[in-house]
T-cell receptor, first 109, second 116 residues
């Protein structure tokens, strides 16, 4: 079956760095997405990786290893507003999105 | 975790026809369902929010007569794209919220609509 695994919850300190991991097993691969979702709001697109490697975008970076079925989202210089859920989603060979359950990130002062 | 089933996965239709997309919560009662559309590499754009048994609330700029939403039961919501045109081609995604975990949304796998 198809499966996306990511930690349920993580806690980090303001100003620090946190890495949220995502592992996947899907029928084919057409890219991996990371979304940020604040409670009660629609998810916001953060990144899209389809090739191996690290993509940096400001304080956020996303890494992909297709051979390992692994990705991570790296958040630097954490701010209180980064407290949110982070969703990993993989697009399979049929261009269907397979969603992870999301990682709730709690930022402490 | 809870499962949201969305059907169909793909649909190709001729301009002027109507297309219905279904979103079902399989193991929980969804008091609220949301419909989004997504263009490549962009954020999900909320189209409308539907509560079971009541009329959907549409976001600004979304034509309610074109995108008909029905949430007749606690496990099923449908989105009908009426008189579809090529500009309606997009990826449509639904999500559902259970009253028990009111902050957590569960997402469907999406429907790719291509209007010829």
């Amino acid at each position: 079956g198809q499966n996306i695994d990511q930690p349920t919850e993580m806690t980090a300190t303001e100003g620090a760095i946190v890495q949220i991991n995502c592992t996947y097993q899907t029928s084919g691969f057409n890219g991996l997405f990371w979304y940020q979702q604040h409670a009660g709001e629609a998810p916001t697109f953060l990144s899209y990786n389809v090739l191996d490697g690290l993509e940096e975008k400001g304080r956020f970076s996303s890494f992909l290893s297709r051979s390992k079925g692994y990705s991570y989202l790296l958040l630097k210089e954490l701010q209180m507003k980064d407290s949110a859920s982070y969703l990993c989603a993989v697009m399979d060979s049929n261009y269907q999105l397979i969603w992870g359950a999301g990682t709730k990130l709690i930022i402490k002062p | 975790g809870a499962v949201v089933s969305q059907h169909p996965s793909w649909v190709i239709c001729k301009s002027g026809t109507s297309v219905k997309i279904e979103c079902r919560s399989l193991d929980f009662q969804a008091t609220t369902m949301f419909w989004y559309r997504q263009f490549p590499k962009q954020s999900l754009m909320l189209m409308a929010t539907s509560n079971e048994g009541s009329k959907a609330t549409y976001e600004q700029g979304v034509e309610k007569d074109k995108f008909l939403i029905n949430h007749a039961s606690l496990t099923l919501s449908t989105l009908t794209v009426t008189s579809a045109h090529p500009e309606d081609s997009s990826f449509y995604i639904c999500s559902a919220r259970s009253g028990r975990e009111s902050e957590k949304l569960f997402f469907g796998s999406g429907t790719q609509l291509s209007v010829l």
